[in-house]
């Protein structure tokens, strides 16, 4: 189907890879590795014809189709598009039911592309490759703009394709699913994997392992030569400068074996710097009720607790992003979004616009923390994946998802204690959905996300909440939607003696609730006072009773935390049964 021999490609100031061979054959499912801006995307297009500035040979055979991350058309509406490829009588059949399988009604056919939202446009270009049937398909971040349905309906659909593809995708889930073998560029090569994720996974980690043994090995004897020599020639005797003579060039021969080593997936160690720690909120952190808007929303209500992570699911154009700029003020409703006690909040997208095009990654972060030396600077960036000399790019060069990244990485050095993030993962490499995941589940505050990532959320979050024709409910799992069904709760048969006294219990819990609330703000404002009594304090006796006082608040704080929620489950329950 494909032969790869001797493949080559650079650019003036980079080299992708070289030499690079492979044989792929007509079922094959290769999932196409590596960070942003190593040659993924080049190497796609070599192989579909459209890049040809490499050495080496390219032998392609049968129909192969490639489809671009940008999502590009030569067409101005779907069914024009569609038109375009179905030259037999059953294609033109098939452009109807493909359409109406893609979810677009009749009144989209004929709709303007250039208005369609980026989902949308993915969902066009997927439909119209398998009426065109293929051999082999290469497919560049098929999952971007996707909602969790639609990449449900894209699993399927590969798992039923009868031929072979390469795809590029940062989604960990969706590649787990669909992909059998992986490629990765990494360090001037494309490695090969003939195995499943989890145990691609597995043994990348065994050779950097491997590597970095080797390499502690080497310098662990570089300096016990080091030491012998400086050993005998301060010694001085004729016998022991001979000695120390042989071991130099024993010591030559080392330092030139560490430096031709080949850097396997070595990569520059960062030195572990930790998320900064933002200030508490009290136990409330967010109440949304009744929100709506524009009848997509429809008297939406929840609330976010303390350092609760929370996953906002649902179809594309169900309204999550709207959600998110309701809560973050940026556009009218109807109904009461109200923030709890010292809430402090960072909507990242909003951030990703404030970076200066012309500053370096470096730069930016030096903003933050200019009382820091360099190399803490450096190390911090690693931590989200700018390593070594691409701490010294320019943001203009950076791609979507490095941008994105970079912003959260400013944000949470201002200590911000809810993060607002929506579709973060879009244009994210692997690696750096890795470190964007690694990075909020290390942070202490809450979080409210927009993602369709499930790997990510579901590793992240600890609640999810489902949209779904303008209601929200809430959910164990964020799968599929056609397969969420809300729970009907049964209105118990109670006289009305006993609905008075129920409906008194409620209103004494409530009661009860918010004398908590209150007492809970209290000691939060109480502990923060001490924090910062302590801060300048020399006094041991008056710094151990502060303690003291310090720690039995915060038994008090946990205790009535404990109280709260399970006054809250009684409340609800109480509603359920008087119908409230």
């Known amino acids: ?45 070599a192989i579909a014809g459209i890049f040809k500035d490499y050495s080496g040979e390219i032998n392609v055979s049968g129909k192969v189709l490639y489809m671009d991350q940008y999502r590009t058309f030569d067409a101005s509406t779907p069914f024009e598009y569609y038109s375009q490829v179905a030259d037999t009588p059953e294609k033109q059949r098939q452009v109807r039911s493909i359409l109406k399988g ?80 992986f490629w990765e560029i990494n360090n001037e090569r494309v490695w090969i994997f003939d195995m499943d994720f989890d145990r691609y996974h597995l043994e990348r980690q065994r050779i950097m392992e491997t590597q970095r043994r080797q390499v502690a090995n080497i310098q662990k004897e570089i300096e016990r030569l080091r030491t012998i020599i400086d050993r005998y020639k301060k010694w001085g005797r004729e016998k022991f400068t001979k000695q120390a003579k042989s071991k130099e060039k024993m010591l030559e021969k080392m330092l030139e074996e560490l430096e ?29 009720k009744d929100v709506s808007w524009n009848n997509l929303l429809k008297n939406v209500s929840f609330t976010v607790y ?43 997208d909003q951030f990703v616009d404030q970076l200066d095009l012309e500053n370096t990654v470096f730069d930016e972060i030096f903003d933050e923390m200019p009382d820091k030396p360099d190399y803490v600077i450096r190390a911090y960036a690693g931590r989200f994946g700018f390593k070594g000399e691409d701490v010294f790019k320019t943001i203009d060069s950076l791609s979507g998802g490095e941008r994105q990244i970079l912003a959260l990485a400013k944000i949470l050095l201002r200590k ?106 209290e000691i939060s404002s109480r502990i923060d006072e001490i924090d910062s009594q302590m801060s300048y304090l020399n006094d041991y006796v008056k710094l151990m009773n502060l303690t003291k006082e310090k720690q039995e608040l915060e038994e008090e704080q946990l205790n009535i935390l404990e109280e709260m929620e399970n006054l809250k489950v009684k409340i609800s329950e109480l509603e359920k049964t008087v119908g409230e």
Request: proline share 4%; net charge neutral; glycine share 6%.
């Open 260 to 288: 031709n080593m080949p850097n396997l997936y070595l990569e520059e160690e960062e030195k572990k710097i930790g998320i900064p720690e933002p200030e508490n909120t009290g136990y409330m952190v967010l109440e949304v």
């Open 1 to 45: 189907m494909i032969s790869i021999n001797k493949l080559s490609i650079a650019f003036p100031q980079k080299n992708l890879f070289s030499n690079f061979n492979a044989t792929v054959f007509p079922r094959d499912r290769i999932g196409l590795m590596g960070k942003n801006g190593c040659g993924k995307s080049t190497l796609l297009k």
């Open 416 to 521: 911000p204690n809810l993060l607002i993030l929506d579709e973060p993962t879009n244009h994210m490499d692997l690696e750096t959905v890795e470190a964007l995941e690694d990075a909020l589940k290390e942070y202490k505050g809450g979080i409210i996300i927009v993602s369709h990532d499930l790997e990510l959320i579901r590793n992240v979050c600890n609640r999810f909440l489902s949209i779904k024709d303008g209601k929200i409910i809430e959910v164990d799992e964020p799968v599929f939607f056609a397969k969420q069904v809300k729970k009907e709760e049964k209105v118990k048969n109670i006289d009305f003696e006993e609905k008075k006294k129920l409906k008194n219990q409620l209103k004494s819990s409530k009661k009860k609730l918010e004398e908590l609330e209150q007492r809970e703000k």
């Open 102 to 181: 893609l979810g677009f009604n009749e009144d989209d056919w004929n709709r303007n592309i250039s208005t369609f939202s980026g989902g949308e446009k993915t969902r066009l270009q997927l439909g119209r490759l398998f009426i065109e049937e293929p051999d082999f398909l290469l497919l560049d971040e098929p999952t971007n703009f996707l909602d969790i349905e639609s990449i449900e309906f894209l699993k399927s659909l590969l798992k039923s394709y009868k031929g072979g593809y390469i795809i590029i995708s940062h989604d960990r889930d969706f590649l787990r699913s669909v992909c059998d073998k």
């Open 306 to 348: 303390q350092k609760d992570k929370i996953a906002i699911v649902g179809p594309n154009g169900s309204g999550k992003t709207t959600l998110l700029k309701i809560i973050t003020n940026q556009i009218p409703y109807s109904g009461s979004v109200n923030y709890g006690y010292k809430v402090n909040v960072a909507y990242v």
